[in-house]
């Protein structure tokens, strides 16, 4: 969706996402409350009170932020948030917006490779393949001596099976990649 330079992008974000930006009258919880909040550029109530401002570059102040990317989506600053602002799924959108105009920080393109190959995995096995995701996250980051050492002790506890399990319904999974991953 392409946002409006006099508009501004609210009403956007609101018909993608449900969230009016507007509810939130700052109290801090959600920030408070967010393990991460002290690796983010900008904590979730900042996120908040730059989406109100309702200016272009706020908003590309956030779609080129760190913040969008540490966020884990642990629902955390929803359930905290005495007016139910859904603000995992505002990070849902602004990571997506990032992707699509090409503003995505260049800090977050480990991260970036993980959601990656996390997907890569789910796409081609229906499941969560270890090994897999692993081999695609070290090609991608070209980090391949990252966590090795914890390799063996994983091995041995079996949480790292040789070959993956495979969904039956290959059908189903290939619909669900091709409708939601446009
Ligand atoms: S907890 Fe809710 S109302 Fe309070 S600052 Fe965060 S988003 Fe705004
Ligand atoms: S969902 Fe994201 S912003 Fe909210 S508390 Fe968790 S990490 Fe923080």
């Known amino acids: 969706m392409q946002i409006h330079e006099k508009k501004g992008y609210i009403s956007e974000i ?42 272009i570059d706020n908003y590309n102040k956030l779609l080129g932020s760190e913040t969008i990317w ?6 955390n600053c929803l359930t905290r948030c005495p007016m139910e602002i ?20 260049k800090k977050a393109s480990h991260i970036l490779s993980f959601h990656r190959a996390f ?31 914890i390799a063996p002790k994983m091995f041995l506890k079996g949480k790292l099976p040789l070959m993956p399990e495979m969904v039956k319904d290959k059908k189903q999974l290939n619909k669900i990649f091709t409708t939601t991953c446009k």
């Open 119 to 149: 997907l890569d995995s789910v796409r081609y096995t229906g499941r969560l393949y270890e090994i897999g995701l692993v081999a695609d996250y070290k090609v991608r980051t070209f980090n391949v001596f990252q966590d090795l050492d």
């Open 86 to 105: 859904d603000i995992p799924q505002l990070m849902d959108y602004l990571r997506e917006t990032a992707l699509r105009e090409k503003k995505v920080n």
């Open 70 to 75: 540490l966020c884990i989506s642990c629902q």
């Open 14 to 55: 609101k018909s993608a996402t449900g969230v009016n930006v507007n509810r939130c009258y700052q109290c801090g919880k959600c920030s408070a409350g967010c393990a991460v909040a002290e690796e983010m550029d900008y904590p979730p109530s900042r996120v908040m009170r730059l989406l109100q401002t309702n200016h």
